[in-house]
Nanobody
């Protein structure tokens, strides 16, 4: 069983930045893929970014050039650096880990508003 705990969400003005953290209860090296998903008001859950155990990354078109996913294996933590935030980035952000099973954090709220 893998436990995931997100942190770093909050209220930020358009154009601002936030860094989300996802702390895992096991080594991130042992997890095939970790990712960030988000669910905006009235929208379905959507993939934002993923990183594999080998370090390969991928991003949704809507966040390319603005968001960066990274990992710190020594801290068993994955990060999502979010820059140039827009109101449409407002959502609950969920951390996901995938091996033979899928594991989910409880989510953290990100609100982009003036």
């Amino acid at each position: 069983q893998v436990q995931l705990v997100e942190s770093g969400g909050g209220l930020v003005q358009p154009g601002g930045s936030l860094r989300l953290s996802c702390a895992a209860s096991v080594s991130t090296v042992s997890i095939n893929t970790m990712g960030w998903y988000r669910q905006a008001p009235g929208q379905p859950l959507a993939l934002v970014a993923q990183i594999t155990s080998s370090g390969s990354t991928s991003y949704a078109d809507s966040v390319k050039g603005r968001f960066t996913i990274s990992r710190d294996n020594a801290k068993n933590t994955v990060y999502l650096q979010m820059n140039s935030l827009k109101p449409e980035d407002t959502a609950v952000y969920y951390c996901n880990a995938k091996n033979q099973n899928n594991y989910w954090g409880r989510g953290t709220q990100v609100t982009v508003s003036s």
